[in-house]
Structures are given as C-alpha cells and as structure tokens.
C-alpha cells in the first residue's frame, strides 16, 4: 500500500485548505483510511477516521470545521478543513489500515497564520 498526501500550504486564520490523499496498492473500500497530524513537540493525534460503513470520526478539536470523505472508485481520500485556526498548524499524515497493518504517507505541512 503507498499513500501520496497533498494538499498542504499556508493559509490565514479562518481560511480553508483541502488534503487529498491517493492511496495505491492492495487496498479496499473497507480498509479504514483516515488523517493524523502532528505538531511541533507534540505527539502525532488523530484528526479524522472514515471506515468501511461511511461513517466518519473526528476529534473534538476539528469536529465541525473538518470534513472528511473519500472517493472509492479513485481510491482517494479527503480532508477539507475550513475556519482553521493557528493551532491546526502540522504536519498532516495521511494513513490507512489494511488487516493488521497501518500505512503512512509522507505528510504534507499546513501552517496557518493569525
């Protein structure tokens, strides 16, 4: 499985930026893909979920500003963040679960300035 994520920038606060994640290989519609973040001397957390069924799970820190979805036939997957704040600065890491396995992609930064 490889996962090429894209999408990052710099953007002002309360500005939107959409992650894209495609994702190759032995990978299904019901693998769990999903976006983890990691900030400047803080431990990588999880932003957002999306597993087989459709639903998705967010932390209570991007819940309703986030959205995320993803594109079965292209096997790709979608974070659109919106009203962002200082504190979404990260590195995003794209990440799917294949059976016991978890896959990471490169991570693309996103800044965001007040």
């Known amino acids: 499985v490889q996962l090429q994520a894209y999408g990052g920038g710099l953007v002002q606060a309360g500005g939107f930026l959409r992650l894209s994640c495609a994702a190759s290989?032995?990978?299904?519609?019901?693998?769990?893909m999903g976006w983890y973040r990691q900030a400047p001397g803080k431990q990588r957390e999880l932003v957002a979920v999306?597993?087989?069924?459709?639903?998705?799970n967010y932390a209570d820190s991007v819940l309703g500003r986030f959205i995320l979805f993803r594109d079965n036939a292209k096997n790709m997957v979608y974070l659109q963040m919106n009203s962002l704040k200082p504190e979404d600065t990260a590195v995003y890491y794209c990440a799917a679960g294949v059976r016991s396995d978890v896959y990471w992609g490169q991570g693309t930064l996103v800044t965001v300035s007040s």
């Open positions: 290989g032995s990978i299904r519609s019901s693998n769990a």
């Open positions: 999306i597993r087989s069924g459709g639903g998705a």
